[in-house]
């Protein structure tokens, strides 16, 4: 028999389809071009030098955030002081609470949050704690009693800007920053109708009044300029336009960085509230000479035009940030004032370019920029009535389920104590103890009728 040949077909391997080709005869003359790195606002954002005190402060000051939003959300849903845990639990999403549950919150945050029993549904309900609860107030009535510093902050934002004009979204967006109350609309600017004008419904103006004492228009900075010329006795040239520096722990200095900085702390700018003045004091002709003279040095790129630019728009933030109560704020709210206060480059960019003068924190809700010289080991250096009060609410945060004997209510002391017998004797309540009583009521009458 004629033997037959079989071939059995074998199944090819399976080869990536993007897998880098082998060296062969085919692709031996083929290049492999270097990639250069990319140097953008997010990669020096991620290869920035930490600092952990200020990250584990936004990391804090994230979680009140998300317990004061869920406050604010069952305040306006006005259901009485508490409120069940079931619909807490579907409330707490629309916080911003979507990584842990209701009864874990509950237990995880005790001096926060108050679950009890409902004395008639008999389901699990919940409340905050009074002392939450009048943090909050107290922090409301030093908001309400500090309306002269309230004024003098916009007053200050508005003298920086253009125009003399601010848009009103971007301070309601920043009210919780710059400690205004919550109407402040009602309360601050159309209340004080001889210092703010409502050119539109969102537009505030400045109007230039009388009587303004000339240290209103100075910059925060200029009291640490002053302090460093006097006492270290720096030169004017030195200290003139010069900005606190303080880097991280671990930062590292190219060669040659010293000497760019020490230039840069030289270059003049124009100072935040410059323009102001200048615009109101000089004559048509001078005005025109500064504007042409401005716009030699900082439109066009001469010598230092945009560096003398850019150390301007430093300086505006840092007299922002140096406004607020915390001096922080989240990155994406300062943007809003670019137009208003010619902030022209990239806000990011510019924070993440000067790590001495400013930190942004990726910790919490969002990217917040800190004020670096305020801050010393994660505590602020200055304290003010505001800041005090939201240090307490976070304290209250941070001690999690340490010292909770304290935290025994007046309803579980009237428990405890109905557990408790009046007995002479002081004994304790047993099982059957109810049945004391109806006994006893019978005895009464058996005594009753053998009297009769």
């Given at each position: 028999m004629i033997g037959v040949l079989q071939l059995r077909w074998k199944k090819p391997a399976n080869i990536p389809p993007k897998a880098p080709l082998s060296f062969g005869p085919f692709n031996s003359t083929t290049q492999t071009r270097w990639k250069k790195p990319a140097n953008t606002a997010q990669t020096r954002l991620e290869n920035r030098v930490r600092d952990p005190n200020l990250d584990n402060l936004a990391a804090h000051y994230r979680r009140l955030k998300l317990i004061l939003n869920l406050h604010d959300l069952v305040s306006a849903k006005k259901r009485g002081p508490f409120v069940s845990v079931q619909l807490l639990s579907k409330w707490a999403p629309h916080?911003?609470?979507?990584?842990?549950?209701?009864?874990?919150?509950?237990?995880?945050?005790?001096?926060?949050?108050?679950?009890?029993?409902?004395?008639?549904k008999r389901n699990l309900c919940c409340k905050f704690r009074d002392k939450f609860v009048n943090f909050l107030k107290e922090e409301q009535d030093v908001v309400l009693q500090n309306a002269e510093e309230s004024v003098m902050r916009i007053r200050k934002i508005l003298m920086m800007s253009v125009n003399g004009r601010v848009h009103l979204h971007a301070l309601r967006l920043m009210r919780t920053e710059l400690g205004l109350p919550e109407n402040f609309k009602d309360l601050i600017i159309i209340k004080y109708n001889q210092v703010f004008r409502m050119v539109d419904l969102e537009i505030i103006e400045l109007i230039d009044g009388n009587g303004v004492s000339e240290n209103f228009g100075v910059a925060k900075i200029e009291s640490w300029r002053k302090k460093e010329y006097v006492e270290k006795w720096l030169s004017e040239f030195e200290v003139k336009y010069a900005f606190p520096i303080d880097f991280p722990t671990g930062f590292k200095k190219e060669p040659g960085f010293k000497e760019k900085l020490k230039n840069w702390q030289r270059l003049p700018y124009i100072k935040p509230y410059e323009r102001e003045r200048?615009?109101?004091?000089?004559?048509?002709?001078?005005?025109?000479?500064?504007?042409?003279?401005?716009?030699?040095?900082?439109g066009k790129r001469g010598f230092g035009g945009v560096e003398r630019y850019e150390k301007r728009a430093v300086a505006v933030i840092h007299e922002v940030l140096s406004l607020t109560v915390e001096k922080s704020v989240p990155v994406e709210r300062l943007a809003h004032f670019k137009k208003d206060l010619d902030i022209v480059v990239n806000i990011r960019e510019l924070l993440l370019k000067h790590p001495g003068i400013f930190y942004i924190s990726t910790k919490g809700i969002t990217e917040i920029v800190f004020l670096r010289e305020a801050y010393s080991k994660g505590r602020l250096i200055e304290p003010n009535p505001i800041y005090d009060l939201r240090r307490k609410m976070l304290e209250l945060i941070?001690?999690?389920?340490?010292?909770?004997?304290?935290?025994?209510?007046?309803?579980?002391?009237?428990?405890?104590?109905?557990?408790?017998?009046?007995?002479?004797?002081?004994?304790e309540s047993r099982e059957g103890d109810f049945v004391i009583p109806i006994l006893e009521c019978f005895t009464d009458h058996d005594e009753n009728d053998n009297l009769n």
């Open positions: 916080a911003g609470i979507t990584t842990i549950a209701a009864g874990d919150l509950f237990r995880k945050y005790p001096h926060i949050f108050e679950v009890f029993t409902h004395p008639v200048t615009t109101e004091a000089t004559e048509p002709s001078s005005r025109c000479d500064e504007l042409i003279s401005r716009s030699g040095v900082i941070l001690l999690g389920n340490r010292h909770t004997r304290e935290l025994r209510t007046e309803r579980e002391l009237k428990d405890e104590t109905k557990d408790m017998t009046d007995d002479d004797n002081g004994w």
